[in-house]
């Protein structure tokens, strides 16, 4: 019998990711880049925190359903077999597309729809000192990737500010990357600490 998936051993390659990154920005804060290099290195960094993330997140979904299909019974209505693969279970998470969500709200949505409020997983997300970290980092990534008057407003919003150059130079400052890397980690950790396998 293959082994189950784990959320655990989830949680520790995410934040063995956010090491990398957190190494990879050091890296090239050392290297005395120019203050647009610097820019785009920080813009690199949050795509790559928020593909870490997004992998997370997969990884969790399936494992939840993949350990226990009750789960995504309880909130289908549908009696799902007892053993699903892996391949089976993210395929009824992102449909053969990608894996995708809008902010925490967003992904609290999709969570409710593969398991019931009382998982260890959606109670982790919903935990309000996380709240800040979501939003900025699905905001900042989008307005990184796109720079699209769409996700500079809600950039904006969720930042709550009246005007901003970019993401990369917004996080460089004040070391607000490596907060908002630390508090990711720090979800990755609860999620791990709750998680039973």
Not at 68 to 80: E, L, M
Not at 102 to 107: A, M, N, P, Q, V
């Amino acid at each position: 019998m293959s082994r189950k998936k784990s959320a655990k051993y989830a949680a520790h390659a995410f934040k063995n990711e956010i090491d990398r990154i957190l190494a990879f920005v050091q890296e090239a804060e050392d290297s005395k880049l120019t203050d647009q290099a610097m820019t785009w290195t920080y813009e690199l960094a949050l795509i790559k925190t928020a593909v870490a993330f997004e992998h997370l997140m997969l990884e969790c979904i399936v494992c939840a359903v993949n350990n226990d299909t009750g789960t995504i019974s309880s909130q289908t209505g549908i009696n799902f077999p007892k053993h699903l693969t892996d391949e089976v279970c993210e395929y009824l998470v992102t449909g053969g597309g990608y894996f995708d969500f809008k902010g925490r709200d967003g992904l609290l949505k999709v969570l409710k729809q593969f398991m019931p409020p009382t998982h260890y997983l959606p109670t982790a997300v919903k935990d309000p000192k996380f709240k800040d970290a979501l939003d900025q980092l699905v905001a900042l990534r989008n307005f990184a990737a796109h720079e699209s008057p769409a996700s500079k407003a809600k950039v904006l919003n969720v930042l709550k500010l009246q005007r901003i150059g970019s993401a990369g130079a917004w996080v460089k400052r004040q070391g607000r990357f490596q907060k908002l890397a630390f508090r990711l980690t720090d979800l990755a950790d609860s999620i791990s600490t709750a998680a039973p396998y």
